[in-house]
């Protein structure tokens, strides 16, 4: 079994559109990225893994018919060992959400699940777009939850400290959601052109996805930084949630007009990047031409990343994300993320 076998087998190409999950569910929490962020992102790109493990062996039979140089029904990997990495991926994710607090552990297992479900009974059912939807915003939310634990694990340094994070913590969840919810909404899309990326066909389905991106990136676009939050450091955070006992400062939002301008640059970028190739689709649903539209949905992933992070106030985690296109591009050259 070579390198190159498991580089397919687990589209090292897409690992790039993993980090922004988490680092976007932090923005969206108002919080910096600490060593949960750090723990979140560890144990998304696990599950992800998994996720893409157990896909090729769930799916051995059906890519012997239609995608006989996958990994798998080429002979490279063993359907056993493509099972027990999947096994192995999963319980290393879990371990390390397990070490960000049990709030992380709960959605982490929650994410785990999905995905597990998701390759296994619900691809090839109506559910599974909505499914893969769903395991993308959990991933995000794991950043969140990851994030604001460890942010009132280091807060709690009084008696009742604990009783008063737990509260902010849920409330820092609750300010994740509709980020959550923007990303799930495009890998819905995303997920519905996959599902005739062999066949090809399938004019409704890109055109339906182009919408989607359109209103997505218009949505982005649209934000206007709220009032401010609490302190984070000793300043107010744009898009942050207010903590029990602590009064908000009042007035403008510091750096407000350059994080708004950031978002909109962001959301047309990220319109762009997953625009084109399904407008090309759509005029010509060949089976290239759609594989190409899902090629570029995944590539969105991280520009959307990047501007649902500026829209949480967080513009060097924004940029930072962005770091990670040319990166994702380079190695597509060589390993498909499809």
């Known amino acids: 079994m070579s390198a190159r076998a498991w580089a397919e087998l687990l589209r090292v190409s897409a690992l790039f559109t993993v980090p922004g999950d988490a680092l976007a569910g932090a923005a969206a929490a108002g919080l910096r990225p600490g060593r949960g962020t750090a723990l979140a992102v560890g144990a998304s790109l696990c599950l992800y893994e998994a996720g893409m493990a157990l896909n090729d062996w769930a799916d051995r039979a059906e890519d012997a018919r239609e995608r006989p140089h996958r990994p798998i029904p080429s002979g490279r990997i063993s359907p056993p060992a ?44 109506p559910a599974g777009p909505a499914a893969m939807g769903a395991a993308r915003a959990l991933d995000l939310l794991l950043g969140a939850t990851a994030t604001a634990t460890a942010d009132a694990a280091t807060r709690a340094t009084v008696a009742g400290a604990a009783t008063g994070a737990a509260v902010t913590g849920a409330a820092r969840l609750r300010s ?37 991106t359109g209103a997505l990136g218009a949505s982005v676009a649209r934000w206007r930084p709220s009032a401010p939050g609490p302190a984070r450091g000793g300043t107010p955070a744009p898009g942050s949630v207010p903590v029990p006992g602590r009064v908000p400062v009042p007035g403008p939002v510091p750096g407000a007009a350059a994080g708004t301008a950031l978002a909109t640059a962001l959301a047309a970028v990220y319109a762009g990047t997953a625009g084109r190739p399904l407008l090309h689709a759509a005029l010509n649903p060949s089976p290239p031409l759609t594989q190409r539209a899902v ?44």
């Open 82 to 125: 493509a099972l027990a990495a999947a096994g192995g991926l999963t319980a290393a994710g879990l371990a390390l959400a397990a070490r960000a607090g049990r709030p992380a552990l709960v959605v982490g297992s929650a994410l785990a699940a999905t995905v597990w479900s998701y390759d296994l009974w619900l691809k090839h059912t």
């Open 295 to 338: 090629g570029g949905g995944i590539r969105a992933m991280i520009p959307l990343q990047a501007a649902l992070a500026a829209r949480g106030g967080a513009a060097g985690v924004a940029l930072g994300v962005m770091g990670l296109v040319p990166l994702a591009r380079t190695l597509a050259r060589r390993v498909s993320p499809t």
């Open 176 to 212: 994740a959601l509709p980020s959550a919810a923007l990303l799930g909404a495009h890998t819905v899309a995303v997920t519905t052109v996959s599902r005739r990326e062999t066949q090809g066909g399938s004019t409704a389905a890109p055109l339906a996805a182009l919408a989607v």
